[in-house]
């Protein structure tokens, strides 16, 4: 495995599928010093084992990045350490066990904890990989800093819990607009297989659970920075700026002009479509949900999720 003099620094896009995680770590690429990974959670499944397609169109195993990240990392992917990864994540990276977690990095924090923890080895096993995969990635792209857009809250507890250098950035939507999105039937674009579906109710209690799981990973002095797809839509130079400058590089944002983003070839494992587009790309925000989504279903979701949009700035649009 990897032992880089110079580790990665981490940047990990936190919150519920949906909420534009994936265009943010798009535009976060483009930024020099920056390597977008995608969602590493997905990695050893859908990438090592079912060869799906790197962000840039090629089958994960021809894809010279990635080739170039296992063999630096682990002298080459293989499906023995992508079943192994599996399980460990089976083991200590499950939302149930953010108590835990919490319990573990309150300890560091305080100095009063000792890693490994007791009981720990799998976490410590399971953290190790995605450190040796973190810092090679890193290498191989030349840059200081990568992107893991995994978004659950829980690989966040893991990765912090045993000592990753890694800035969180919580990444929130209207949860009306959220709903809408996994109530739609949606191709996955490597298969063509429905993306996968959950009811308006469902929506809205995960969309709770992650963000108020990723409020806990704030208040246990874990770096994190909230941005919202709203804003990042309406003002994406003053958001990236802003967020740029909080993570330690210089915001050079030459690729974007206004609300339009030149998109180059990103080496992304999982994420949605987004991954895979290229050159002039304009952000427009998808609204389609406040005519699509029947009134009743936006009462439902308003009413599950009241108290965290109020906090997040959507007092206005409760109607």
């Known amino acids: 495995m990897s032992d880089s003099p110079s580790p990665a620094r981490v940047v990990f896009l936190g919150g519920l599928g949906r909420s534009g995680t994936t265009l943010l770590e798009r535009l976060l690429g483009e930024v020099p010093g920056i390597a977008p990974l995608g969602e590493i959670v997905h990695l050893w499944s859908r990438s090592v084992l079912a060869d799906e397609s790197c962000g840039c169109r090629e089958p994960f195993g021809s894809c010279p990045f990635w080739h170039k990240v296992g063999e630096r990392a682990f002298g080459g992917w293989s499906e023995e350490l992508a079943h192994r990864m599996?399980?460990?994540?089976?083991?200590?990276?499950?939302?149930?066990?953010?108590?835990?977690?919490?319990?573990?990095?309150?300890?560091?924090?305080?100095?009063?904890?000792?890693?490994?923890?007791?009981?720990?080895?799998?976490?410590?096993?399971?953290?190790?990989?995605?450190?040796?995969?973190?810092?090679?990635?890193?290498?191989?792209?030349?840059?200081?800093?990568?992107?893991d857009s995994s978004k659950h809250a829980s690989l966040a507890f893991c990765l912090a819990a045993a000592g990753v250098d890694v800035h969180v950035v919580h990444v929130v939507r209207d949860p009306r607009a959220v709903a809408h999105s996994w109530h739609r039937h949606v191709p996955r674009p490597e298969d063509g297989r429905p993306m996968t579906h959950w009811s308006p109710s469902r929506t809205s209690l995960h969309w709770m659970a992650e963000n108020l799981s990723l409020e806990l990973l704030a208040r246990r002095g874990v770096p994190v920075t909230r941005v919202r797809y709203e804003d990042l839509i309406e003002a994406p130079a003053a958001t990236l700026r802003r967020l740029v400058a909080r993570i330690g590089l210089p915001p050079r944002l030459d690729f974007l002009s206004g609300r339009v983003a030149e998109f180059s070839t990103a080496h992304t494992a999982s994420g949605n479509p987004m991954r895979f587009a290229l050159g002039p790309t304009e952000l427009t925000g998808d609204d389609g949900w406040r005519t699509a989504a029947s009134p009743r279903r936006r009462r439902l979701v308003t009413a599950l999720t009241w108290p965290l949009m109020i906090k997040y700035g959507y007092r206005r649009r409760l109607a």
């Open 86 to 147: 599996l399980a460990l994540r089976s083991r200590v990276d499950r939302t149930r066990r953010i108590p835990v977690l919490a319990r573990l990095l309150a300890e560091e924090q305080a100095g009063t904890g000792r890693w490994p923890a007791p009981g720990t080895a799998e976490l410590s096993e399971y953290v190790g990989v995605h450190r040796c995969l973190y810092d090679a990635a890193g290498e191989v792209a030349d840059c200081p800093v990568v992107v």
